[in-house]
Structures are given as structure tokens and as C-alpha cells.
């Protein structure tokens, strides 16, 4: 720090946290009075307001009685420069409290009438007796396309949800009524739509008439009202439109939103030949459109404590100030930068085009509270670095805390208001001294503030990620400060591309592409660190777990403080952080023991469904089925070192066994992926094809007598027979089933067969020759239908069993369990093991020997 910056420091004033107590009071008693009964709402308010109106009439009489005190005491006061002496009474007690008092009673009033909104009128009635009625809603947010969820063996249908005021409803007697009452409208999309869009990110829910829809506009639909989903919901009622009820237009939507409506469209289309990654990053970057942003991506930026980048925050809206104003701690200097001064702009006519700039942010990215908070954080966060005085901008935090929440009460109960408020309380009080702190121990100044930064913000916010996540990232400073530098070029080129879309859309291309360079940049920062193997590690949930992370920060605070002191300790951590973030192989299998050397097969832990890998030589595997989970399985497959994959073979197209097939070929060399001949259900077989299609990777059918051989394995096609399709038991029965030889060892894979099947199987061609067998992958997750006599007839030495802790299926079933034991089978499942690994170890089985099993591994 220079000799001016430390004069600077010592003459800025004491922090004024005045107005922090009246603001924490109002967050605190909106959040506890929206969902209170109404007359709670006004006692609190009647009460305080009385009260305070009481105090600041007291404070104002004893402040006239004070005027007219002798002058002899001025003297005397001059002394604690402006404040009152010791032994004075405090007169600015009773205004302060006062005030927090009126706060206090001003957000009881405003939740309570925000609550009211919920209560009142026909709309709680009508979706109390989940009546169907004929409605007019008027669009108060985008539509937006839920994110496909795995449930069971099938993925949940797609489904729009659209916040809407209902405002004219006709109820099933014919009565006619007008209101304004917040739902949550949720509409069926076509099966089309549930396609999963990580191949095509653009891909929509092609035929749903909703997603099109803007704000503001307003619309006639018929469907059935129903309470909200959970208490404490910001809406009335939900309104659940079925599929073929298709709305009708009758108020276009405004003019800003129109506007609006077609800049976020010109970014898309602008968007539209770029990387996947960037293509659906970049509008989220800009806008707050992430739309396109697949599952695989959310749960990357999620794993990294990245996701504030894929929606609109406060550091968008600080780039564009900075390019207008300047750098930091020059934008009240003579010698300002930024493009004002150079084009000649006095400092008002600069403050007119920031109030244009936010209003224009404000405009583009919605009116919707997220946006306002990101508008006001980011403002006070530029006034923080570009004024230097930091210290005295908590005032204008609490300030914002309290209009906002006062405007909309239901922020109050927002996780992402706090953690935006907390970041920002962080970069203005921590960040500050922990830059310093750093630079005195001679990091260089940009990296200091970066990191200083990035590690105050983490500090105060993983708490709170903890409550919702039940996880602690342990990649989230670097990555974020390696994201850091690629915000801004990819923010500036976004905007540029979105402003010149309209009126030349080459520009806004150009631009984009420009942009796709960092904003692929980000991505990849996501992804490299979500994939680590010890990118994070799990956490107790809930509030408890986040008071318990909270004190263990402030510990480790602490902790470090004392350990930057030596060069060595600091070295010493930074290398021990890296190893567990990372875990090399060679270490890991040191350490932990896995994967055991010489292993044949391993049974990954990816939850409730099914991933098998075959060791088919050095860094190779056949992966048999991909599990529900991209990233469990990629996890599993880095801790195997698998890098070439020569075959997926995925048995049959339920979610369980292919939804994670994203995390089987990202990063590998995979050769071609065989599939069942039965293309059901049918989304999940569109999602397997075009995500083959995007790695250009050939699909085949495999076919009951087919062989093929890779390094040591060797194995048989024994399912599905050519000819016909499967009985009525449908995808289950038409699973690919393996006979494996390797090392010695015969597997038997059966994939979800149904006794039917296995029965079939046991009768046909290829099948007829089945005997006793080594390992036995059990079907169907262990499932109680089983056919004894298949059992009895291969009578493995080994049972695996995939199946998730704790799944509503009752899988393994215990008659099941209690077959395979009754006959001398040893019995492992993934849901109590862990990752399970057979290894081999002499004749196999008709030999009796060479079999032996490790556990435990991830």
C-alpha cells in the first residue's frame, strides 16, 4: 500500500453500522410474518409503530431541552470530537431505536399484506377442493422447462412452470370472479420434449405452446387448481394444465417486454453455431437465460460453486459500469478511464447513463426480484471499489437490504438474496483486509485482491451452499478464480453481441463467437473441477450442518492467519489440498487399496441403477450400462484410470442403466456403442442416439449367438433373440445378457431380465448351455422376481447387486437375498459395499478357485 492509499485509510471514517440493525430486523420479521395469521402481522406492526413513534418523540423533545444548554459545555465536547462525552446521555440511542422499531413495524405491515395476497379471495378455496376452473393469468415471469429427473427406471416427464397472477376466474358452478392472486402454473409438454437436450442443448420441448410466452402477457386456460406443493410457497395455488389444453392469447404483453423479448432472442440466435458449452453458458452469462444449459452442466457449475455465473448477478451489471466509469479507485479521480472521459462525458451526464445502463439492465434481464437484487448489489459493490472507500458503504448495503425486502417480502425467505448479500457483505468488510493481509506477505496486488476476494466470499457463502447442498466444494477458490478472468470479456462481448443482434446480426455473431472463447473457458473450468475426484466432500445438511461449518471456517480463519506466516506451512497445504483434490492414482491406490491390482471386473456405486466396467487391458474397459448419473459413473471410471473404452454396451434404454451416459464419454477414447434391438422408452432411446450422433459414434444392435473378444475378455450375446419383440413386460425382458470369460472367471450378466425372460432364456439357443458360473450380476437390482431354477442352475460363487441406499423399491428384495444364500452364495451389493471389484486369481470356476473381491472403493 502507498504513503497516499495508508493516508487515505486512516482519514476515512469509522464504519456507520446504524442502519444494520433496522435492516436485519426488517429481513427477520418479513421471513417470520408472511405465512403468520394476519393478525400477528398487525400486532407487531401496531405495537412497534407505536413505540417507535413514542421514542423519536422523546429523543426530539430531550434534543430541544439539549439546545439550550450552556455554552460552557462545548468546550468540553470538542474534546471526543463531535461525540458525546462519557458521561453524557446518549442521545441517539432513542432515535436508532426508534427507527429500528419503524423498520420493524414497516416490514410486519408489507408481509403481512404480501401474506394476505395468498389468503384472500376465491383461489385458496377453489385449490382446496382441487377444483377445475376456467382461468385468466397474466405472465409475471419466463417460462421455464423443468430439468429431467430420474425416477426409478424412467425419466419424469417434462413439465413447463410459469409464475403467473391469476386475475379472472370462472369457477365449476358457472360463478364468475375477478382477483389478483400469485400461482404457480405447471403444463404437461409433449413427450417430444422430454427428450434429454445435453446432445442438443437447443433442443425444446418442440409443440409446447408455453415456452414462447413473454411476460405480461395474458392468458386464457383451462385446468385444475390445487394447494401449493409445500407450505410456505409464494403462491396460492397451482395450476396444473394437462396436455391438449393449450392456452389463448387475450393481452399482448408490454412494450419493454417485447423489446425485452427480442434482444434475449437475437442472443440466441446468435448463439446458435457455437460450442455446445458456450452456446448454452453465454446467455445465461448475459441475460439470465439458461435454457440451454443442460443437467450435466448445472450439476458441474454446481460442484464448483460456480452457479452464480449461469445467471444474472451483480458482477454482470459491475463489468458494464466499469467499462463506462473505469477501473477501480479512478472513477472519482480528475484522470478518470472508461469510455465517459474519452468521449468527452461530464461526471453527471456519466451518473444519467449508469441510471440508463441499470434501468436498461433492469429492462433486458426482467423486472423480477433476482434481477433487482443483482442491480442493487451490483451497484454497491462498484461504488465499493471504484470510490476505495469501502468501510463506508455498508450504510448503502443495509439500505438496499431494507427497500428491497420492504418492495418484496418474500426475499426474505430467498436463499439466493442471502448468499447475493452475504457475497457482497463479504467483498466490502473481508475482502479488503484479507487482500492486504496477502499482499504483506508479498503475493502481488491482483492476485491478492482476486484471491482475497474469492476466499472471503467462499468463506461466508459455503455455509449456506452446505444447507441446501449437504456438500462442501473444496475446488471452489480456484475455480472461481480462474473463472474470474474470463467473466468479463465473455460479459463485454455477450452485450455486445446482444445489442448489435438487432440491427446487424454478422456483428452480433461475431461478437458471440468472440465471447464463446472465455465463456468455453468457464465451462471448462467447471467441468475439469467437478470431475476431481475430491472435488468435494459430503456434509451434514440443514442448518445444523451449516452452524457447524460456520464455526469450522471461522476456526480455520483463524488457523491461517498464523499459518501465512511461514512460507513452508503455506507450501505444505497448498500441496496437501492439491493431493486430496486430485488423488493420482498411483497415491490413491497406495493409500486406499483401490482398485485392487489385477482386477477383472468392478460394479461402480452409481445409486439405483447399473454400471459394469470389464477390464479389457492398460487404461481400457467395456462399460456395460452407464447408471443414472453421469457424474457417479465418471467418477468411478477416473478411479479406474479408464481412459479408452472400446465398447458401451448399454442392455436396455430405462433412465437407471443409460442416463448416465454423458459422464461414460466425456474425456474417453469409446469405440461404439451396442444397444438392444427394443427402442423403448422411447425418449430415452432418442437421448442415447443423439448423443452418440454429437461424439460420432456408431450404434449397433446386439444379437443373441454374437461373440466378440477385446484384450483378455471374451464374451457371448446369449439376449435378446432376432425376431419378434419382448412380452409384456416390455424394455426389462429385452435386456442384453452377457456370458463373460476372463481370467479365468465366467460372468453372467443379466441385466433387468423378468422371470419370464430368464425362463425363455434358459430354453433358447444360446442359453441352453448355461452351467455354473463364477459371478452372477443379478437382475434387475436384486428385485424379488427371480427365477429359481436359473439360480439353481448357474449357482454362482458370487452375487453382485446394484441397488441405491435407501430406495423406494425395497431392492434387494430378502427373498432374493435368501435364495442366493441358501445355496452357498456369497452376496455383495453396492448399496451397503460400495464399488465392488472381482479380481482373479487362479482356474476359475470349474477349477473351484481364483476368485477373490475388494470393496469399498467409490
Known amino acids: 500500500m502507498t504513503g497516499a492509499e495508508q493516508s487515505d485509510a486512516r482519514q476515512e471514517d469509522p464504519v456507520d453500522l446504524r442502519l444494520v440493525p433496522p435492516a436485519l430486523a426488517a429481513w427477520a420479521t418479513t421471513a417470520l410474518l408472511l405465512t403468520a395469521p394476519g393478525w400477528w402481522a398487525a ?194 395455488a397451482v395450476l396444473r394444465v394437462r396436455l391438449g389444453e393449450r392456452p389463448h392469447v387475450v393481452g399482448a404483453p408490454s412494450g419493454p417486454q417485447r423489446l425485452a423479448g427480442a434482444l434475449r432472442a437475437g442472443l440466441r440466435r446468435a448463439t446458435d453455431g457455437l460450442p455446445a458449452d458456450a452456446r448454452a453458458l453465454l446467455p445465461g452469462l448475459v441475460v439470465g437465460d439458461t435454457a440451454r444449459v443442460t443437467p450435466e452442466l448445472h450439476a458441474a457449475f454446481e460442484a464448483t460453486d460456480l452457479l452464480h455465473l449461469t445467471a444474472v448477478s451483480g458482477a454482470n451489471f459491475t463489468i458494464l459500469l466499469a467499462l463506462l466509469i473505469g477501473p477501480p479507485g479512478t472513477a472519482h479521480l480528475v484522470e478518470r478511464r ?34 433487482l437484487r443483482a442491480a442493487s448489489c451490483g451497484l454497491i459493490a ?28 418474500w426475499l426474505a425467505r430467498s436463499y439466493g438474496f442471502l448468499l447475493s448479500v452475504l457475497a457482497t457483505g463479504a467483498l466490502l468488510t473481508l475482502a479488503p483486509r484479507w487482500s492486504a493481509a496477502l499482499r504483506a506477505r508479498r503475493v502481488p496486488g491482483r492476485l491478492a485482491e482476486a484471491l482475497g476476494a474469492a476466499a472471503a466470499a467462499q468463506a461466508v457463502c459455503a ?81 445444523r450442518g451449516g452452524a457447524l461449518l460456520a464455526v469450522g471456517t471461522a476456526l480455520l480463519v483463524v488457523v491461517g492467519r498464523r499459518a501465512l506466516r511461514s512460507a513452508w506451512v503455506c507450501g505444505a497445504c497448498a500441496l496437501l489440498l492439491l493431493l486430496v483434490v486430485v488423488q493420482p492414482a498411483p497415491l490413491t491406490r497406495v493409500i486406499t487399496g483401490w482398485p485392487p491390482p489385477g482386477w477383472r471386473l468392478v460394479m461402480c456405486d452409481v445409486g439405483q441403477g447399473d454400471a459394469l466396467v470389464l477390464a479389457a487391458g492398460p487404461d481400457a474397459g467395456i462399460v456395460v450400462d452407464a447408471g443414472p448419473d453421469p457424474v457417479r459413473v465418471d467418477r468411478c471410471l477416473r478411479a479406474l484410470g479408464i481412459t479408452k473404452i472400446p465398447l458401451v454396451l448399454l442392455t436396455h434404454f430405462h433412465a437407471d442403466h443409460v442416463a ?74 429385452a435386456s442384453v445378457t452377457l456370458l463373460v470369460r476372463t481370467g479365468g472367471l465366467t460372468l453372467l450378466l443379466l441385466g433387468d431380465l423378468e422371470p419370464a425372460a430368464q425362463r425363455a432364456l434358459t430354453r433358447s439357443g444360446a442359453g441352453a448351455g448355461l452351467s455354473r458360473v463364477d459371478v452372477l450380476k443379478v437382475a434387475h437390482h436384486g428385485s424379488a422376481y427371480q427365477d429359481p431354477g436359473l439360480l439353481r442352475r448357474v449357482a454362482p460363487r458370487l452375487a453382485l447387486i446394484s441397488a441405491g ?54
Not at 472521459?341 to 440508463?356: Q, S
Not at 445355496?823 to 472381482?838: C, E, F, P, S
Open 660 to 733: 448416465g451416459l454423458p459422464g461414460v464419454l466425456r474425456g474417453r477414447s469409446v469405440g461404439a456403442i451396442e444397444t438392444t434391438g427394443f427402442a423403448e422408452p422411447a425418449d430415452q432411446a432418442v437421448f442415447v442416439r443423439r448423443l452418440a450422433a454429437a461424439h460420432g459414434l456408431t450404434m449397433v444392435r446386439a444379437v443373441a449367438g454374437e461373440r466378440r473378444r477385446a484384450g483378455p475378455l471374451d464374451w457371448q450375446v446369449l439376449w435378446p433373440p432376432p425376431g419378434p419383440g419382448p412380452g409384456p413386460d416390455g424394455p426389462n425382458d
Open 382 to 409: 462498484l461504488l465499493a471499489v471504484a470510490t476505495g472507500r469501502r468501510r463506508s458503504l455498508i450504510p448503502a448495503l443495509a439500505t438496499a437490504v431494507l427497500l428491497l425486502v420492504l418492495y418484496d417480502p
Open 43 to 236: 400486532a407487531v406492526a401496531t405495537v412497534c409503530a407505536l413505540v417507535g413513534a413514542g421514542l423519536l418523540i422523546a429523543a426530539r423533545t430531550g434534543g430541544a431541552r439539549g439546545t439550550a444548554r450552556p455554552a460552557t459545555h462545548a468546550p468540553h465536547r470538542s474534546t471526543y470530537q463531535g461525540r458525546p462525552a462519557p458521561h453524557e446521555p446518549r442521545a441517539w440511542r432513542s432515535p436508532s431505536a426508534a427507527l429500528l422499531l419503524l423498520c420493524t413495524a414497516a416490514a410486519a405491515a408489507s408481509a403481512g399484506l404480501h401474506g394476505a395476497d395468498l389468503r384472500r379471495g376465491p383461489v385458496p378455496d377453489l385449490a382446496a377442493r382441487y377444483a377445475r376452473v376456467d382461468a385468466e393469468v397474466e405472465i409475471t415471469s419466463d417460462p421455464r422447462l423443468t430439468r429431467p429427473r430420474i425416477s426409478g427406471d424412467h425419466a419424469a416427464p417434462a413439465a413447463v412452470l410459469v409464475e403467473a397472477d391469476m386475475v379472472r376466474v370462472t369457477a365449476p358452478d358457472g360463478t364468475v370472479y375477478r382477483t389478483r392472486a400469485p400461482v404457480l402454473v405447471i403444463a404437461d409438454s409433449p413427450r417430444a420434449a422430454a427428450v434429454d437436450r445435453s446432445a442438443d442443448p437447443s433442443a425444446g420441448p418442440r409443440g409446447s405452446p408455453w415456452l414462447s410466452r413473454l411476460p405480461t402477457t395474458r392468458l386464457r386456460v383451462t385446468g385444475s387448481l390445487a394447494p401449493p406443493l409445500t407450505g410456505g410457497d409464494r403462491v396460492a
Open 463 to 543: 455455509p449456506v451452499v452446505a444447507v441446501l447442498a449437504a456438500r462442501v466444494s473444496l475446488v471452489a477458490v480456484p475455480c472461481n478464480l480462474l473463472a474470474e478472468f474470463a467473466v468479463a470479456p465473455a460479459t463485454v462481448l455477450g452485450f455486445a453481441a446482444l445489442a448489435a443482434a438487432p440491427v446487424a446480426m454478422p456483428v452480433a455473431e461475431f461478437c458471440a463467437w468472440c465471447a464463446s472463447w472465455p465463456a468455453g473457458w468457464i465451462a471448462g473450468i467447471a467441468r475439469t473441477g467437478a470431475a476431481m475426484p475430491g472435488s468435494g466432500v459430503d456434509w451434514p445438511g440443514g442448518w
Open 805 to 858: 441406499a435407501g430406495n423406494p423399491y425395497g431392492h434387494p428384495a430378502p427373498r432374493t437375498m435368501a435364495a442366493l444364500r441358501a445355496q452357498g452364495t456369497a452376496v455383495l451389493r453396492t448399496d451397503r459395499d460400495g464399488a465392488i471389484a472381482v479380481v482373479s486369481g487362479g482356474s476359475g470356476a470349474r477349477g473351484g478357485a481364483g476368485l477373490e473381491v475388494a470393496h469399498g472403493g467409490p
Open 338 to 371: 472508461g469510455l465517459a472521459p474519452r468521449i468527452g462525458l461530464p461526471l453527471r451526464t456519466t451518473a444519467v447513463l449508469g441510471g440508463g445502463l441499470t434501468l436498461g439492465f433492469v429492462v433486458v434481464c426482467r423486472p423480477e426480484p433476482s434481477v
